[in-house]
T-cell receptor, first 115, second 108 residues
């Protein structure tokens, strides 16, 4: 199984600023994803991070607000741009390694608070 | 589109058997997943059903009926550490779509 780490684990940011969250997987994985989990809610998929090409965004999420990079098979970043209090949430990185079938592993999450 | 329904909250006593239901309407179905999430932690994988029937894994079992769009997670010999949110998710293509989760409370 893949082990996923995220940085930072939490942050408090000012309105209008941007934060980049890093996701590192301990092995090469085929698929990486970014989810958002708002307080008391379930997980909502933001986008699929594609290695070497632009991310695939879900309805309601756009690249200008959530730019994503995936330079290789073990690393991805998510930027939350021009933040507002509504962006306060937990952001989770997830990966699927192909060797474990369809199982997806999750990182510990980044708890973001926007003031 | 995807539509997944689970009860919001359930309560049971230690040692009990609990069944958490999940109904779904989805296109491109590629399996039904159950995850456990303790407060403040990331979801952890519990089970995956792609064919109809019951999959047993220790104290946890998961059932799927594709024709009915229905699944359940069965928790046996309930323990205090089982207090958590249980998330039903459908797989479609390469991604997961999650239900709202069921908060399972365990009482002494």
């Amino acid at each position: 199984s893949a082990v996923i780490s995220q940085k930072p684990s939490r942050d408090i940011c000012q309105r209008g600023t941007s934060l980049t969250i890093q996701c590192q997987v301990d092995s090469q994985v085929t698929m990486m994803f970014w989810y958002r989990q708002q307080p008391g809610q379930s997980l909502t998929l933001i986008a699929t991070a594609n290695q070497g090409s632009e991310a695939t965004y879900e309805s309601g999420f756009v690249i200008d607000k959530f730019p994503i990079s995936r330079p290789n098979l073990t690393f991805s970043t998510l930027t939350v741009s021009n933040m507002s209090p509504e962006d306060s949430s937990i952001y989770l990185c997830s990966a699927r390694d192909g060797m474990s079938g369809d199982e997806q592993f999750f990182g510990p999450g980044t708890r973001l608070t926007v003031l | 589109g995807q539509n997944i329904d689970q009860p919001t909250e359930m309560t049971a006593t230690e040692g009990a058997i609990v069944q958490i239901n999940c109904t779904y309407q989805t296109s491109g179905f590629n399996g039904l997943f159950w995850y456990q999430q303790h407060a403040g932690e990331a979801p952890t994988f519990l089970s995956y059903n792609v064919l109809d029937g019951l999959e047993e894994k220790g104290r946890f079992s998961s059932f799927l009926s594709r024709s009915k769009g229905y699944s359940y997670l069965l928790l046996k010999e309930l323990q205090m550490k089982d207090s958590a949110s249980y998330l039903c998710a459908t797989g479609g293509g390469n991604k997961l779509t999650f239900g709202t989760g069921t908060q399972q409370k365990v009482e002494l």
